[in-house]
T-cell receptor, first 117, second 115 residues
Framework: AQSVAQPEDQVNVAEGNPLTVKCTYSVSGNPYLFWYVQYPNRGLQFLLKYITGDNLVKGSYGFEAEFNKSQTSFHLKKPSALVSDSALYFCAVSQPRWNNAGNMLTFGGGTRLMVKP | NAGVMQNPRHLVRRRGQEARLRCSPMKGHSHVYWYRQLPEEGLKFMVYLQKENIIDESGMPKERFSAEFPKEGPSILRIQQVVRGDSAAYFC?????????????FGPGTRLTVT
């Protein structure tokens, strides 16, 4: 069974400072990893994904994430935080299925990012 | 191009009533997923459907819950005889492919409150 852990319920950072939101995963094979962001009373918006290739993945709104296979981590980062980045962030994992039978995402519990002016 | 649409956005039901949640996927997407989000928790997979077929319902409760995605019209998640524990946000997502490498596009959700 696959699982995702986001060890921090909340991350506080000052505007202009770098931010990191942590994610670790557990799967039996090669993972596909995703980050989504959720604003209040909205659905999830896709930020970025790692499928294969370069371990550093760049996504929307200046976010990036680094895949580390040995540490089974996929931390989300941004060099300079904005107040508008304040939201709930979810890490998710899936795996290729032998019969391409869909993409069931397993989500972490979410991390609330608070960026203060 | 309109995104994933869900209605109603908010639904209040009394215990024992039925709840029907609708989802229209993005244009060109024929793969639909339903997830449930309990307060202060992450999303949990419920069911994956293609047109007229349920592909994976491993996350669906065995009783009272059902889902369909007819040839015409939106996907429907039906909850019969609702109980307070069914109160949650229900999100629909769609994808253009059944491959696991494709991201999913989420709707705004339906917030179900059972009184």
């Amino acid at each position: 069974a696959q699982s995702v852990a986001q060890p921090e319920d909340q991350v506080n950072v000052a505007e202009g400072n770098p931010l990191t939101v942590k994610c670790t995963y557990s799967v039996s094979g090669n993972p596909y990893l995703f980050w989504y962001v959720q604003y209040p009373n909205r659905g999830l918006q896709f930020l970025l994904k790692y499928i294969t290739g370069d371990n550093l993945v760049k996504g929307s709104y200046g976010f990036e994430a680094e895949f580390n296979k040995s540490q089974t981590s996929f931390h989300l980062k941004k060099p300079s935080a904005l107040v508008s980045d304040s939201a709930l962030y979810f890490c998710a994992v899936s795996q290729p299925r032998w019969n391409n039978a869909g993409n069931m995402l397993t989500f972490g519990g979410g991390t609330r990012l608070m960026v203060k002016p | 191009n309109a995104g994933v649409m869900q209605n109603p956005r908010h639904l209040v039901r009394r215990r024992g009533q039925e709840a029907r949640l609708r989802c229209s996927p993005m244009k060109g997407h024929s793969h639909v997923y339903w997830y449930r989000q309990l307060p202060e928790e992450g999303l949990k997979f419920m069911v994956y459907l293609q047109k007229e077929n349920i592909i994976d319902e491993s996350g669906m409760p065995k009783e009272r819950f059902s889902a369909e995605f007819p040839k015409e019209g939106p996907s429907i998640l039906r909850i019969q005889q609702v109980v307070r524990g069914d109160s949650a946000a229900y999100f629909c997502a769609s994808s253009p492919s059944d491959r696991a490498s494709y991201e999913q596009y989420f709707g705004p959700g339906t917030r179900l409150t059972v009184t």
